[in-house]
Nanobody, 124 residues
Framework: QVQLVESGGGLVQAGGSLRLSCAAS????????SAWFRQAPGKEREFVAA????????YDPDSVKGRFTISRDNAKNTAYLQMNNLKAEDTAVYSC?????????????????WGQGTQVVVSS
C-alpha cells in the first residue's frame, strides 16, 4: 500500500510559479511511475505529466509542455511538478497518482494510488 500526500498549492498571480510536491510512503518509491492530473471546476480530470522509474517523462502536449516540469527524488520518496508562467486556465485541483513499474500513461485508470489533491488558483 502506498500513500500519497500533495503539498505546495495556493494562490498565485498569472505569470507566477509554484512547485507541487507529492510525498509517498513506502520503501519502493523508486520502482513507481508517478503522475500529475488536474481537475478544474465543472470539467473532467485531465492528465498533466508523468515520470517513470527510469526518469522518462510524458507531458500533455497541448496545455503544459514548455511551462511545467515533472521530476522525482527517490531518496526523498517525492515527485515534483514545477509550474512556471501560470495562466488562469491552470486553476484546478492537482492530484498525484502512482503505480508500480507501469509505462508513462495519460490514462488515470492505470494508476492504483492517488493523493487527496492540492488546490491551485491562478488570478488574472
Amino acid at each position: 500500500q502506498v500513500q500519497l500526500v500533495e503539498s505546495g498549492g495556493g494562490l498565485v498571480q498569472a505569470g507566477g510559479s509554484l512547485r507541487l510536491s507529492c510525498a509517498a510512503s513506502g520503501r519502493t518509491f523508486s520502482t513507481y511511475t508517478s503522475a500529475w492530473f488536474r481537475q478544474a471546476p465543472g470539467k473532467e480530470r485531465e492528465f498533466v505529466a508523468a515520470i517513470n522509474w527510469a526518469g522518462g517523462v510524458l507531458y500533455d502536449p497541448d496545455s503544459v509542455k514548455g511551462r511545467f516540469t515533472i521530476s522525482r527524488d527517490n531518496a526523498k520518496n517525492t515527485a515534483y511538478l514545477q509550474m512556471n508562467n501560470l495562466k488562469a486556465e491552470d486553476t484546478a485541483v492537482y492530484s498525484c497518482a502512482a503505480n508500480v513499474r507501469i509505462s508513462n500513461s495519460a490514462d488515470p485508470s492505470q494508476y492504483a494510488y492517488w493523493g487527496q489533491g492540492t488546490q491551485v488558483v491562478v488570478s488574472s
